[in-house]
């Protein structure tokens, strides 16, 4: 067994010595490339429309007292509006590449191994893959269809980014857990964060929900500075469940290279 995995190693360095690198690039810096830029956007637009645009992003319906303004609000007003639609467009990017990666690493790890329940596992994969998807697209979305532009339609797309998103973190909490026999520290690690981080998510919906009812249909003061408050706490808390490929990928990277033969001479 040691011979033929001393073998396998073997060819494998053989076939990178006759391989063209053209690109080669780290997942934990595309992971943070593709999380920060829309978290430092975020925070830019927050700090210059509370402080250039004041009035314009604390208006609500209600006409009620608020402190802090949503994320359709200070996305929604120019310039801040095409600072974001920038972020969210190199966001996207990466965000395929990850869904398609978490894909690839779990039909290779149910792969490995006989297993009765694979058939359910390769549903599990399989949905967490398009919730991902949906969830990219539903961001896409909201973010250029703003509720200046046209409210009915931006809040249906919003609810579905909600839904997408808090089901692929169930899935993919559950698809981790099924796929791993048994977890090293670093992936033990990002299982709990990930456990961690969808607890936060799942109850700043309930009080998102909540606060937004009591501003919609009561005009409660400071109702929507809650409900705001909660929106913020979800986004900054969906964006580090995603960070935690940070974890799952430490050192794997992607590399686009050209297979060519060697040639021998005598």
Partial sequence: MADHAKSVG???????????????????????????????????CLATAYVFQ????????????NVIPSISAITGITPQTYMWRIAV??????????????????ISQISRGADN??????????????LNIIEVVAICGVTYISNRENYPVHEKIFILFML????????????????????????????????????????????????FIKHRFYCH?????WFALSEYILAVSNMAFHFTITLDFPHEQLIVAKNFPSFKTD
Wanted: with cysteine; charged share 15%; net charge positive.
């Fill in 10 to 44: 073997q060819r494998s360095d053989e076939s990178l010595e006759h391989m063209l690198f053209f690109f080669n690039l780290s997942i934990r810096k595309l992971a943070f490339v593709g999380v920060s830029l829309p978290l430092i956007t975020l925070l830019t």
């Fill in 54 to 65: 004041y009035d314009d992003v604390h208006e609500t319906h209600c006409q009620v007292y």
């Fill in 89 to 106: 467009a190199f966001h996207v990017g990466p965000r395929m590449v990850i869904a398609q990666v978490y894909y690839n690493y779990f």
């Fill in 117 to 130: 329940c694979k058939s359910t596992h390769y549903i599990f994969i399989n949905l967490c893959y398009w």
């Fill in 164 to 211: 997408s998103s808090l089901l692929y973190m169930v899935v993919m909490i559950k698809t981790f857990n099924m796929v791993h026999k048994t977890m090293t520290k670093s992936q033990h690690l990002s299982y709990t964060i990930k456990k961690i981080l969808f607890a936060i998510c799942i109850t700043s919906t309930f009080t998102l929900i909540f606060f």
């Fill in 221 to 225: 003061d400071l109702a929507f500075t």
